[in-house]
């Protein structure tokens, strides 16, 4: 059965009171003696009255709709009772009218049906809210339905759907218009019929979905929202089943949301209401998406899209294609991915959703780059720029110039990557936003530094530490400090180097940024090792090889390995000659380790040492350092690029 939206609370804001307390006139309601009271108190000390027990039933009600929402029927009907009295002894008819609707919940959802008939009539002439009097009428009109009396059940909730329709609450005509379809021959009958009821004291009781509390990455979707259930009990159910499973979910026990969902699926089917089913669908959808089951993630956000297409939820339909778009790019579908980007994307624009078209547009560009194709990613960027400047949003706007010369970056035009970042600096410094403006500084930086043009790397990347931390963005000073330590590399400041990229490796580990961090180490390893220091260039640059390995920066381990092997070639400490004319070579743990070649002939050897094993290169007495491109340096050091606002 379906209630419609809510109960409201007893507080009432009362008239200013003057004058003194009678204490004759407040025993006296108590008594419900009114007209001895009456006689005995002045309009002040009514007032008065009348301010004190308001407040005590707004404190009254918490505790019953705490009650309602356990299901303890019973000791929230005992509460409920007690604030009647309380309510009609100082004769507040709004408080009156409240509690007597908040009973009429409660027998209806204990079957007492005929009761509900007679706690919500009242109910329904005293309310003098609007909102209050539309949710007791359609509550009536659910009652009269289940006691069979047809006629009154359409006539109040027709009258439900008026005022909802008045007072402009869609959510609220939407249910009653689906509770008269239930009322019409040939509907479903009382009990089968899909339901929603919202709980004591305003707040829906149909369970909801994560919405904005939920984890949700710009290029996807967010949870759906429950829409009603069956009957009261299995609506209670899966009210208090979603609740679970979205705290479950966000304390990132996504097994148990899984699970906890599951059977709200099964309670949806049950009671065949699609609304419910798409919705706790989507949600499965996500949290298998989390856990990486990307097949099973698919199959449950077409079908929830299935779904909502029938239903016409425009809001589900753009979360779960954006969900699903999520699902396919991780799968590496990146046209699919795109496909249904693009279907949001104009579902967005024929609704006139500025914001969130520049949202997908961002989505899809991230797409397209994560594709390899970043000329057409900058493409989607200029038009996600072009409504960022419509919207006249400023953060924005340099947040998505920055990402355009990210891509231009990535294609190494670094002129024009060097021209977005500087337009984006001037945006973003113009409106105030130093956090965004340190990154860019940082972009900037690196651009600087890819030029050769060290003196003003260095300046760039020390006004983006300042920045970060002045607005206490440790990620940013992480990654800029690093950056600046590959800058002074680059510049030969070897000692500076080193310091700053040590600097940084404690913020990095706080903020659990293992990449970076290895990239960091890397650039350490680099830097000693032109200082001469080789046994603690090899601790470093393996250390760097071990968390690359781990984390899977395939790039940043190549430059670690290559410099691993020139270290043992120059360190005297690793080769030692062998009997026989051998060499040992002994391989640090961690991996196979690039030492050198050897000239068999014609044909150049390469030369590598197992994991924690050793080599011995019969017939020659030295290894030869990996030839290098002309005018390559032996070293490699590690760029640590910051995250892009994008």
């Given at each position: 059965?379906?209630?419609?939206?809510?109960?409201?609370s007893?507080t009432?804001?009362p008239?200013?009171?003057?004058?003194?307390?009678?204490?004759r006139?407040?025993?006296c309601?108590m008594?419900?003696?009114?007209?001895?009271a009456?006689?005995?108190?002045?309009?002040?000390?009514?007032?008065?009255?009348?301010?004190?027990?308001?407040k005590?039933?707004?404190?009254?009600?918490?505790?019953?709709?705490?009650?309602?929402?356990?299901?303890?029927?019973?000791?929230?009907?005992?509460?409920?009772?007690?604030?009647?009295?309380e309510a009609r002894?100082?004769r507040h008819?709004e408080?009156?009218?409240?509690?007597?609707?908040?009973?009429g919940m409660?027998?209806?959802?204990?079957?007492?049906?005929?009761?509900?008939?007679?706690?919500?009539?009242p109910?329904?002439?005293?309310?003098?809210?609007?909102?209050?009097?539309?949710?007791?009428?359609?509550?009536?009109?659910l009652?009269?339905?289940?006691?069979?009396?047809?006629?009154n059940?359409?006539?109040?909730?027709?009258?439900a759907?008026?005022l909802?329709?008045?007072?402009?609450?869609t959510?609220?005509?939407?249910?009653?218009?689906?509770?008269l379809?239930?009322?019409?021959p040939?509907g479903?009958?009382?009990?089968?019929?899909?339901?929603s009821?919202t709980?004591?004291?305003?707040?829906?009781?149909?369970p909801?979905g994560?919405?904005?509390?939920?984890?949700?990455?710009?290029?996807?979707?967010?949870?759906?929202?429950?829409?009603?259930?069956?009957?009261?009990?299995?609506?209670?159910?899966?009210?208090?089943?979603?609740?679970?499973?979205?705290n479950?979910?966000?304390?990132?026990?996504?097994?148990?949301a899984?699970?906890?969902?599951?059977?709200?699926?099964?309670?949806?089917?049950?009671?065949?209401?699609?609304e419910?089913?798409?919705?706790?669908?989507?949600?499965?959808?996500?949290?298998?998406?989390?856990?990486?089951?990307h097949?099973?993630?698919?199959h449950?956000?077409k079908?929830?899209?299935?779904?909502?297409?029938k239903?016409?939820?425009?809001n589900?339909?753009?979360?779960?294609l954006l969900?699903?778009?999520?699902?396919?790019?991780?799968?590496?579908?990146?046209?699919?991915?795109?496909?249904?980007?693009?279907?949001?994307?104009?579902?967005?624009?024929?609704?006139?959703?500025?914001?969130?078209?520049?949202?997908?547009?961002?989505?899809?560009?991230?797409?397209?780059?994560?594709?390899?194709?970043h000329?057409?990613?900058?493409e989607t960027?200029?038009?996600?720029?072009k409504i960022?400047?419509?919207?006249?949003?400023?953060?924005?706007?340099g947040?998505?110039?920055?990402?355009?010369?990210?891509?231009h970056?990535?294609?190494?035009n670094?002129?024009?990557?060097h021209r977005?970042f500087?337009m984006?600096?001037t945006?973003?410094?113009?409106c105030g936003?130093e956090?965004?403006?340190?990154t860019?500084?940082?972009?900037?930086?690196l651009v600087?530094?890819?030029?050769?043009?060290?003196?003003?790397?260095?300046?760039?990347?020390?006004?983006?530490?300042?920045?970060?931390?002045?607005?206490?963005d440790?990620?940013?000073?992480?990654?800029?400090?690093?950056?600046?330590?590959?800058a002074?590399?680059?510049?030969?400041?070897?000692e500076?180097?080193?310091?700053?990229?040590?600097?940084?490796?404690?913020i990095l580990?706080?903020?659990?940024?293992?990449?970076?961090?290895?990239?960091?180490?890397?650039?350490i390893?680099?830097?000693?090792?032109?200082m001469g220091?080789?046994?603690s260039?090899?601790?470093?640059?393996q250390?760097?090889?071990?968390i690359?390995?781990e984390?899977?920066?395939?790039?940043?381990a190549?430059?670690h390995?290559e410099?691993?092997?020139?270290?043992?070639?120059?360190g005297?400490?690793?080769?030692?000659?062998?009997?026989?004319?051998g060499?040992?070579?002994?391989?640090q743990?961690?991996?196979?380790?690039?030492?050198?070649?050897?000239?068999?002939?014609?044909?150049?050897?390469?030369?590598?040492?197992?994991?924690?094993?050793v080599?011995?290169?019969e017939g020659?007495?030295?290894?030869?350092a990996?030839?290098?491109?002309?005018?390559?340096s032996?070293?490699?050091?590690?760029?640590v690029?910051?995250e892009i606002?994008?």
């Open positions: 059965l379906s209630l419609s939206p809510s109960l409201r007893p009432i804001e008239p200013p009171f003057h004058g003194t307390v009678c204490i006139y407040k025993k309601c008594k419900k003696d009114m007209s001895d009456q006689d005995r108190a002045t309009t002040g000390d009514i007032e008065k009255i009348q301010t004190k027990t308001i005590k039933l707004a404190m009254k009600h918490d505790e019953a709709k705490h009650c309602f929402r356990k299901q303890d029927y019973a000791e929230a009907e005992k509460i409920w009772t007690v604030s009647l009295a002894a100082v008819q408080s009156e009218a409240a509690v007597l609707g908040n009973l409660v027998y209806l959802h204990t079957n007492r049906f005929k009761e509900a008939v007679e706690a919500l009539i109910a329904t002439d005293l309310a003098e809210d609007q909102q209050a009097k539309a949710n007791h009428t359609g509550h009536l009109g009652a009269y339905r289940e006691v069979g009396d047809m006629v059940a359409v006539k109040f909730m027709t009258q759907l008026e909802a329709e008045k007072i402009g609450d959510s609220g005509a939407r249910i009653h218009t689906s509770n379809e239930t009322c019409r040939g479903a009958k009382a009990g089968d019929a899909a339901a009821t709980s004591a004291g305003g707040d829906t009781a149909s909801r994560a919405g904005s509390s939920g984890p949700r990455e710009r290029s996807r979707g967010g949870f759906g929202e429950f829409g009603a259930s069956s009957s009261l009990v299995i609506r209670e159910r899966l009210r208090t089943a979603h609740e679970d499973g979205k479950a979910y966000t304390r990132g026990e996504r097994r148990e899984i699970t906890i969902w599951e059977q709200c699926l099964k309670d949806s089917r049950t009671i065949r209401h699609e419910s089913e798409g919705a706790v669908l989507g949600n499965l959808g996500m949290a298998y998406e989390s856990i990486g089951e097949t099973v993630a698919l449950h956000l079908n929830a899209l299935r779904i909502v297409e239903t016409g939820d425009r589900g339909l753009t979360n779960h969900n699903l778009a999520g699902s396919h790019a991780s799968l590496k579908d990146y046209d699919l991915s795109i496909e249904c980007q693009r279907k949001a994307l104009t579902v967005f624009e024929s609704d006139g959703n500025l914001r969130s078209q520049e949202g997908v547009y961002g989505s899809i560009a991230i797409t397209l780059a994560t594709a390899g194709r000329e057409e990613a900058i960027r200029l038009e996600a720029l960022a400047r419509q919207r006249g949003n400023p953060r924005d706007e947040a998505v110039l920055s990402a355009i010369g990210l891509s970056f990535t294609l190494r670094r002129v024009e990557a977005y500087l984006a600096q945006v973003l410094h113009d936003d956090q965004g403006e340190a860019v500084l940082g972009n900037i930086g600087k530094t890819a030029l050769g043009e060290h003196a003003e790397a260095l300046v760039s990347h020390t006004a983006a530490v300042a920045l970060a931390r002045k607005v206490g440790r990620r940013g000073e992480g990654n800029n400090l690093g950056n600046l330590g590959v002074n590399l680059s510049a030969g400041n070897l500076v180097a080193v310091e700053h990229c040590r600097a940084c490796i404690p580990q706080e903020i659990g940024e293992r990449k970076t961090e290895g990239r960091a180490m890397g650039t390893g680099a830097a000693l090792l032109k220091r080789v046994e260039a090899i601790e470093a640059l250390s760097a090889l071990d690359a390995n984390v899977g920066d395939t790039s940043s190549a430059n390995t410099n691993l092997g020139i270290a043992y070639r120059e005297p400490m690793i080769l030692k000659a062998q009997q026989g004319g060499i040992l070579v002994h391989a743990e961690g991996g196979a380790v690039l030492v050198g070649t050897r000239q068999e002939g014609s044909r150049v050897v390469t030369l590598t040492a197992p994991h924690g094993g080599i011995i290169l020659s007495n030295s290894i030869d990996p030839p290098l491109a002309p005018g390559s032996p070293l490699q050091s590690s760029t690029l910051p606002v994008d």
